[in-house]
């Protein structure tokens, strides 16, 4: 086995950085109020560019079926099959249209600073100052970047090339899925599960190196409507009842200490996250969160007696709440195949990384396929910051990640 500790031989040797800036482009946002798959047609863009690179490899079996998954195979010199996933879709909460990628080389760990007063502070992004010297990546401050999760699809093509260019690096036939939709819960929802056919893969999906993840929050989306009754304002005394008015009261009754603002680790949470509608009618959407089914369930039933507690004040009030499930904390899956963690482990130290087993305060596909019985980890893709302006990502970082991945897939031909 060869291992593979040198990011700067990756870049060297590699179109990483070129690709990666050629993803975050494409604009590629989800769009959780369309009922489509993929939610926008916008993402099947860069899914039919990822399908020409693939073949470009050399890659078989490469394809993409009418939901906007990409699939490949890399055939192995050993017995047993791998996968490698990353989504190719941007989050709906800041603009993703028109990104334009900055470069800042030989960074001093000084502050930088973006369009509209957008700045990266190392004092609130700490880990800028572990890439000292490192060239870092961010947009121009009026967009995200995109590096969750395009810098993840990049470290995956980079140990695609890799070991295309060096075939005597025994692995076992390696399966890649690009898939859409991961940013609002559904990346998972029409995977190919079954043409997949991996006993195990890895989502390349997470933050800053060292990072290893084997456990995820659990996940509810709680809609609550209220309806109340529409008077003319000037008549309204005694007769009124502001839809609009009793959200604010219900938002009002969710605890402050238990937002994402005020939690952290493993703590979860109540977040507001849209709301619409008027005086009449309206509608507030909330994400639930916490690593404890249990505590989630829970979190949900608080939900139902803060909305019926607003009726029993007001019974002209109607408050309807509906509570779907997300995801599922894959962590207790994953806990019956210790040695797919050690492997991962084991890979970032191969390539000079203390690793942290760490718990996601969020979800990955890896949730979900997991549940679907494909344990599915989740592997630092480099990038900090996500869903917003100050995203930003090291070259070094992202080719780690590749580092770790080619490490992984050589001791998958051990088997």
């Known amino acids: 086995m060869r291992k593979f500790d040198n990011p700067a031989e990756i870049l060297e040797s590699t179109k990483l950085v070129q690709r990666f800036v050629e993803y975050v482009k494409y604009d590629t946002q989800s769009d959780e109020e369309s009922e489509n798959c993929p939610s926008t047609a916008k993402q099947f863009e860069l ?46 909460a800041f603009n993703g249209t028109g990104v334009k990628p900055k470069f800042h080389e030989n960074y001093d760990g000084s502050p930088i600073r973006l369009a509209g007063d957008v700045v990266i502070d190392p004092a609130s992004s700490p880990d800028l100052l572990e890439c000292k010297g490192d060239t870092i990546i961010t947009s121009d401050g009026t967009t995200l970047l995109g590096a969750d999760d395009k810098s993840g699809i990049a470290a ?9 260019a060096n075939r005597d690096l025994q692995h076992p036939t390696i399966r890649v899925c690009f898939n859409p939709d991961e940013e609002i819960g559904r990346g998972a929802h029409k995977f190919p599960l079954k043409k997949f056919d991996a006993p195990v893969a890895f989502t390349v999906d997470g933050g ?39 959200m604010g009261k219900f938002l009002s009754r969710l605890p402050m200490a238990e937002t994402p ?31 404890d089914e249990d505590v989630l369930q829970k979190r ?31 962590h207790d899956e994953l806990a019956k195949h210790p040695e797919i963690a050690e492997r991962m482990l084991q890979a970032a ?67």
């Open 47 to 92: 899914a039919k560019h990822l399908v020409g690179e693939l073949k470009e490899l050399g890659l078989d079996g490469v394809s993409m079926d009418e939901h906007g998954y990409v699939m490949a195979e890399l055939k192995g010199d050993a017995e047993g099959v791998v996968g490698l996933i990353a989504h190719i879709d941007t989050a709906p």
């Open 261 to 291: 603002e005020c939690t952290a680790k493993r703590e979860g949470f109540f977040h507001p996250t849209d709301t619409s509608g008027d005086a009449a009618a309206c509608k507030l959407n909330l994400i639930l969160r916490d690593f």
């Open 349 to 415: 130290r191969d390539a000079g990384l203390e690793p942290e087993i760490s718990p996601i305060r969020g979800g990955t596909d890896g949730s979900q396929l997991t549940a679907m019985g494909l344990p599915t980890p989740n592997i630092f893709a480099g990038g900090v910051n996500f869903h917003g302006p100050t995203e930003w990502v090291s070259t070094r970082s992202i080719a780690l990640s590749t580092c770790v991945l080619l490490n992984l897939v050589q001791a998958y031909a051990g088997d």
């Open 208 to 246: 800053f190196p060292c990072e290893l993840n084997v456990e995820t929050f659990s996940a509810d989306k709680a809609t609550i409507h209220f309806k109340g009754v529409a008077v003319h304002p000037g008549y309204a005394k005694g007769k009124m009842v502001n839809a609009l008015t009793y």
């Open 156 to 164: 995956i093509m980079g140990a695609l090339e890799t070991l295309m």
């Open 300 to 330: 949900g039933e608080r939900v139902r007696a803060i909305a019926e507690g607003l009726v029993a004040e007001e019974p002209n009030l109607q408050v309807e709440v509906e509570i779907t499930k997300q995801y599922r904390n894959m």
